[in-house]
């Protein structure tokens, strides 16, 4: 038991006493599991997308490829707010606060729907400039438009249903965003089969009919994720149309004094990826094609990650609510240890699996090869990449945005793209010199925010 805490915790709270370690083993399992499993068929669902579309050409996956960033720097503000989101409701969860909770969360709809509003507006008149930005060449410029515009059209559902499935992460409700997110996406993936290359009698549709099948997929989670809460009351979380809608200047003024800098750290993470990206893009067509795969196989390992970092935030927020900083502490550092041996499971597959899994992006067997040759190096980042993550959702959890946001500019926006760049153009690297970067990225990130966890300031922030 006492490896889960540190000397620290036990000065802080000399009184202390904690469940046996099986006990909170699995509380944190009855709720990372499902947001795991969530995450990570969602970006399994995603990893087919790419392959589906991978099938159409290098062109046509690095089209779809360049539009992700600049996708993220639209739902970085809904992001940003779903920190606060978790925050805020954790902690009267922990208060068995229900009437503060529900408030929280309609303003929190009001506010997201206004920002989503503005975003589908520049999305739409800047999507060419934005996509040149990015690099986007001759072969890849108009697919990308096309395909971003496209998916692009329905932010305020996306944030809708983004700032849903948070609250009910925040109260433990782990179950139900994975039943709206993996039937939203499996409804994706058969669309994609139907509509990209034209089966069972639709039309062949490219990259048109990538994006339509995304967006039917994604008002599908919405539509489920509305009926979650709509006038539940047997469930912790519940609104109806006839509730207070109004927006009350102190309850936003608390969500934005958390989220604010949670919005900051996207922003500027989301800037950062785009800077890191447009230097992959410069290194032309099939650069970005092998990246792209690359990063879809990577992902999966940060996508079952993702899951334990939502239940750190989950269980840290709700013990702090409940005056348990102990247990709080004993839940992040439990969920630690945990995201490592995750991660050891993880490079040990992707450095068996490599060439079969690039094999199922592309039929092109340069591109097979220059992927597999790089994935191993690239999978060395899971290690770094899973303990960061974790750790910056225990701070999360927390309210602890404003550490987090200062953490993730210093190393994404500025260490990332500097030495990215000069490895990859000034000392000639090419491609692996974005993944040098992000691997030094992952450490610096997982050392300033462990110091943070390890130093006991997050438990002291009131919300």
């Given at each position: 038991m006492n490896i889960l805490l540190s000397q620290k915790i036990k000065n802080y709270k000399p009184n202390w006493q904690l469940p046996q370690p099986s006990k909170i083993l699995n509380n944190i399992l009855k709720i990372s599991v499902p947001a795991a499993l969530e995450v990570f068929l969602i970006g399994l669902i995603g990893m087919f997308d790419t392959m589906m579309v991978g099938r159409l050409g290098d062109a046509a996956i690095a089209s779809v490829a360049l539009t992700q960033q600049p996708l993220f720097i639209t739902l970085s503000a809904g992001i940003g707010l779903n920190a606060g989101v978790i925050a805020i409701i954790a902690r009267k969860r922990g208060q068995q606060d229900q009437e503060g909770a529900n408030n929280y969360l309609r303003q929190s709809l009001m506010i997201g729907v206004m920002i989503a509003i503005v975003m589908t507006i520049l999305a739409f008149f800047l999507a060419k400039p934005f996509l040149l930005l990015a690099?986007?060449?001759?072969d890849t410029?108009?697919?990308?438009?096309?395909?971003?515009?496209?998916?692009?059209?329905?932010?305020?559902?996306?944030?809708?249903r983004l700032i849903i499935t948070s609250a009910l992460r925040a109260c433990g409700n782990t179950k139900t965003t994975l039943a709206t997110n993996v039937t939203a996406n499996i409804i994706n993936v058969f669309l994609n089969y139907c509509l990209i290359n034209g089966n069972l009698g639709f039309p062949a549709l490219g990259i048109k009919g990538a994006a339509i099948a995304t967006i039917i997929g994604n008002l599908v989670a919405f539509v489920i994720s509305i009926f979650a809460i709509y006038n539940r009351r047997n469930q912790f979380l519940s609104v109806k149309l006839t509730d207070n809608w109004r927006l009350d200047k102190e309850s936003c003024g608390q969500i934005f004094r958390i989220s604010s800098s949670a919005f900051v750290e996207q922003l500027g993470m989301r800037v950062g990826f785009f800077i890191s990206a447009k230097i992959?893009?410069?290194l032309g067509t099939e650069a970005v094609a092998v990246n792209?795969?690359?990063?879809?196989?990577?992902?999966l390992s940060f996508n079952i990650t993702d899951g334990f970092a939502i239940g750190a935030s989950s269980l840290v927020g709700k013990s702090l609510g409940e005056k348990r900083e102990e247990l709080a502490f004993a839940y992040g550092r439990m969920t630690q240890i945990l995201s490592f041996f995750i991660g050891l499971f993880m490079f040990t597959f992707v450095i068996i699996a490599r060439t079969w899994l690039a094999s199922l992006f592309s039929k092109e067997f340069t591109t097979i090869q220059a992927a597999s040759d790089m994935m191993l190096f690239a999978a060395f980042i899971i290690f770094p990449q899973s303990l960061q993550w974790v750790t910056t959702g225990i701070l999360r959890g927390a309210g602890d945005t404003r550490y987090t946001a200062r953490s993730s500019l210093i190393s994404v926006m500025v260490i990332r793209p500097v030495l990215s760049y000069t490895i990859c153009y000034l000392l000639g690297f090419g491609l692996i010199g974005s993944w040098i970067g992000m691997f030094i990225d992952q450490i610096i990130r997982f050392l300033l925010n462990n110091a943070r966890f390890t130093n006991l300031k997050w438990i002291r922030i009131k919300i």
């Open positions: 690099g986007a060449k001759d410029i108009d697919n990308s438009v096309l395909y971003f515009r496209i998916v692009s059209s329905i932010l305020i559902l996306n944030y809708i992959v893009n410069s792209a795969i690359i990063q879809s196989i990577i992902s």
